[in-house]
Nanobody
Framework: DVQLQASGGGLVQAGGSLRLSCSAS????????IGWFRQAPGKEREGISV????????VYADSVKGRFTISSDDAKNMVYLQMNNLQPEDTAVYYC????????????????????WGQGTLVTVSS
């Protein structure tokens, strides 16, 4: 089974940093683009970053560009999201998922029945 597990969330003050981790198993890690998504209370889920395993291409949503950095460690089957200069509007449950695609400027998660979503990790940013 394809499994993803996100971790690293917590409470941080505005301007602070956190690094989220996503561990993956059950598939050939290097074959798929893996992405990070978030869902704030009362809002729709938002794709915020994706890394293409083939060439390492990264894509970011405008809302996090310049503050968040996605990276991967193929040997460990891990994907990371370094989040800097966090703001209260970044408060959300963060998920990793695979495989992901980018349609226009929108980061899309896996379609039903193919791929997986990790369980979320809560990031709370206080002002």
């Amino acid at each position: 089974d394809v499994q993803l597990q996100a971790s690293g969330g917590g409470l941080v003050q505005a301007g602070g940093s956190l690094r989220l981790s996503c561990s993956a198993s059950g598939f050939t890690f290097s074959d798929y683009a893996i992405g990070w998504f978030r869902q704030a209370p009362g809002k729709e889920r938002e794709g915020i970053s994706v890394i293409s395993r083939g060439d390492g291409t990264t894509v970011y949503a405008d809302s996090v560009k310049g503050r968040f950095t996605i990276s991967s460690d193929d040997a460990k089957n891990m994907v990371y999201l370094q989040m800097n200069n966090l703001q209260p509007e970044d408060t959300a449950v963060y998920y990793c998922a695979a495989p992901c695609t980018v349609v226009g400027s929108t980061i899309m998660g896996p379609v039903a029945g193919f791929g997986a979503w990790g369980q979320g990790t809560l990031v709370t940013v206080s002002s």
